[in-house]
């Protein structure tokens, strides 16, 4: 897997357990298991960090951080891949999943014109929020799903590449 090219994107675990912000987690932090980047841990963080980016709630990054350390899988990734979900992304991807919502529950899609005002989501949000919640947990879930199980097979399909590669390389070495 290639672990230079994600590490050069990550802030490195002593940045993150030096932060000042961050002293409330106590030991918890320190805990190996949330920098490691091994098939597990990715695999893990995939499923968090993009089941937590489905989620139309504020602070998704802290529920990603909170439950990659629940469950011990990469910190740094579970965070990053929450921004899946940007101001640019989110539109769509909360119209797509109120829709799975709207399927999943048999109502009718209703046609909604987003304004970024308060009185859009004291009026609108209290009648599409059920279709958009269930559409969301559930599109995360599967994401979630399919991301964690590609990112084993994936990993484990370039594990298995490198070690042909090296008795490929021994066996010629041997020859000669």
């Given at each position: 897997m290639p672990k230079k090219l994600i590490r050069r994107f990550l802030p490195s675990p002593e940045k993150i357990k030096n932060n000042r912000s961050l002293r409330y987690l106590g030991d918890r932090i320190h805990d190996?298991?949330?920098?490691?980047?091994?098939?597990?841990?990715?695999?893990?963080?995939?499923?968090?960090?993009?089941?937590?980016?489905f989620l139309p709630i504020p602070m998704q990054m802290l529920v990603a951080g909170v439950l990659a350390m629940l469950v011990r899988c990469n910190l740094p990734i579970s965070i990053a891949l929450v921004w899946i979900t940007n101001p640019i992304t989110m539109p769509a991807i909360f119209y797509f999943t109120y829709k799975v919502g709207c399927y999943l529950l048999g109502t009718p899609v209703s046609d909604i014109e987003f304004t970024m005002t308060v009185e859009w989501f004291e009026h609108e949000l209290g009648r599409i929020w059920q279709p958009l919640y269930f559409g969301s947990i559930i599109t995360g879930l599967f994401l979630g799903a399919v991301s964690y199980l590609t990112i084993r097979l994936y990993w484990r399909w370039h594990v298995t590449r490198s070690w042909h590669s090296r008795k490929l390389r021994k066996t010629r070495q041997q020859n000669h």
């Open positions: 190996p298991n949330l920098w490691h980047l091994n098939r597990r841990s990715v695999a893990g963080a995939f499923f968090v960090g993009i089941f937590c980016a």
